[in-house]
């Protein structure tokens, strides 16, 4: 059973570039959550997703942020017109069910934005 | 302020030593605490989740205690091993929603 699954795992984009990070839960989990890492800083969360539904995007940036997960494919996070401060490592984790039970990170995503 | 706080922030400890790595919290109302392990370039990895009603649970070399009433964790690290070279993450499940409150990690280097 394969873990979280996510590509590319390092990202160079040029400022002003659109940026698209793609997380695979684990088989048989329907309940995605993605997370900001900053250097130096602790994991923030940003949007939980289930099938073809956000169910909380509060923590995601009003403005250039987007994220989806398909009935089928993975998730995709989408950041547009990137800028230096989107630098930072992304991780995606999933869940069987809600937050109630655990969720299982994915190896993340490394964006760094030149 | 951040709802989670970690100390030490980095430790340095010799091979096969002990230690113990502390977690404040003032997330309330409170589900559950974990604790995660973060290998450099890696997504953090479960080592023990924790109710309120639980005050301590072991995972192999790794013991992690809590004390719901001062919002206290913390994680003792038995005969350290070189592996455990990592940042140690506590987390804390908020009761009634999906929500996740992270700390900054607990950087822990091993030194044979």
Redesign the interface.
Known sequence: NAG?MQNPRHLVRRRGQEARLRCSPMKGHSHV?W?RQLP??????MV?LQKENI??ESGMPKERFSAEFPKEGPSILRIQQVVRGDSAAY?C?SSPG???R???????TRLTVT | K?Q?EQSPQSLIILEGKNCTLQCNYTVSPF?NL?W?KQDT??????LT?MTFSENTKSNGRYTATLDADTKQSSLHITASQLSDSASY?CVV?VRG????A????NQVVVIP
Do not use: H, M, T, W
């Not at chain 1, 130096?40 to 969360?45: S, V």
């Not at chain 1, 655990?102 to 993340?108: I, L, N, V």
């Open positions: 979280v959550y997370y130096e800083e602790g994991l923030k969360f939980y169910i909380d991780f984790a809600d937050s109630f655990e969720q299982y990170f994915g190896p993340g | 951040n989670v589900s974990r995660y370039g890696r997504g953090p990895v479960s989740i993450i499940r929603n999906n929500r996740l992270f700390g900054k990690g």
